[in-house]
């Protein structure tokens, strides 16, 4: 496992474990899964309804002596219909209980939706409380992530975005860079889109490599400098997709995969209207 350092000092793996559409059901039992195959970084979200099964895997591995709590990095997300300083305060505190712990490694705002810059004093304040060891955000394209760290007191610590071969983001990797964020990507496999663990470039860049294309793309994003977080529930590919860290991809197969990026999403677009309507109107609780 490889580390990134923070903008404050805290150390991330640059691996970790998403739990993001895992039914409620099986969540307790792939984040154990997780731990067990090396994974020390989860990510969850209070829009994912899955944090108590999450906090009950860590209980359980913490209690079994599989690990430390100092030994795991959990990230959470503040829900659009929580944006705002007192109900982001609010919705920390019922993260916190769900999740059963005494304090977060990570706290993101979800979207840039609603009150963004009230949420962010909230989560300012919760950050030099000591409940949380850094706050980030989720989403923020480059203008809007530009202003926030133009004008907040805490420059974000992470932006988690969409990043993958198809959807590269050089530029906003550029304006993260920048201000000092890390990069963090969601959807690592762009959602099984372009038939993307069969395509071609990364089949035969994998075999060079005795690696699948699945592994060829997490490496490459971790040597972008690119924080991952893949998802299964299949234990056989959550131990497959942490098998990254024996291999270095060469500058000619960096640059071959280069060339696949479309330079748009095809999984959603934030800056349609009707998308923004929709997550403002999503409640999570009533």
Same mark, same amino acid.
């Given at each position: ?73 959990i ?25 059963g ?11 840039? /939706? ?34 926030l760290?133009? *004008? ?18 050089s ?22 889109? *372009? ?30 400098? /690119? ?6 529930? *299949? ?32 999984i ?16 999570i *609780?009533?």
């Amino acid at each position: 496992m490889e580390y990134s350092v923070l903008n404050n000092g805290v150390r991330i793996p640059m691996e970790g474990f998403g739990v993001f559409q895992v039914p409620e059901a099986v969540t307790e039992q792939v984040v154990s899964d997780a731990i067990d195959a090396g994974y020390r970084l989860i990510d969850t979200a209070a829009a994912y309804f899955n944090e108590e099964a999450v906090g009950k895997a860590i209980a359980k591995k913490i209690s079994d002596g599989t690990v430390c709590r100092e030994d795991l990095f959990i990230t959470t997300k503040l829900w659009v219909q929580d944006a705002g300083y007192e109900p982001a305060r609010q919705a920390f505190d019922t993260s916190m209980r769900k999740l059963g712990l005494d304090y977060l490694d990570l706290y993101l705002i979800h979207q840039p /939706v609603g009150d963004y810059y009230g949420s962010w004093r909230a989560m300012e304040e919760l950050y030099e409380a000591g409940k949380v060891r850094a706050i980030g955000v989720s989403n923020f394209y480059p203008h809007v992530l530009t202003d926030l760290c133009l *004008h907040a007191k805490v420059i974000p610590a992470v932006n988690q975005v969409e990043l993958h071969p198809f959807f590269q983001q050089s530029d906003a990797l550029k304006v993260m860079k920048s201000f000092g964020v890390l990069p963090e990507a969601w959807g690592p496999f762009a959602e099984g889109k *372009h038939g993307i663990f069969k395509h071609p470039v990364l089949v035969e860049i994998g075999a060079k490599y005795h690696k699948t294309p699945a592994q060829v793309i997490l490496r490459w994003n971790v040597q972008r400098g /690119v924080v991952v977080i893949p998802k299964s529930v *299949h234990r056989e590919r959550i131990a497959e997709n942490f098998s990254i860290w024996d291999f270095v991809l060469s500058e000619a197969d960096m640059a071959e995969i280069s060339k696949l990026d479309i330079g748009h999403s095809e999984i959603v677009d934030h800056f349609d209207p009707e998308f923004v309507k929709m997550i403002s109107g999503w409640k999570i *609780h009533e």
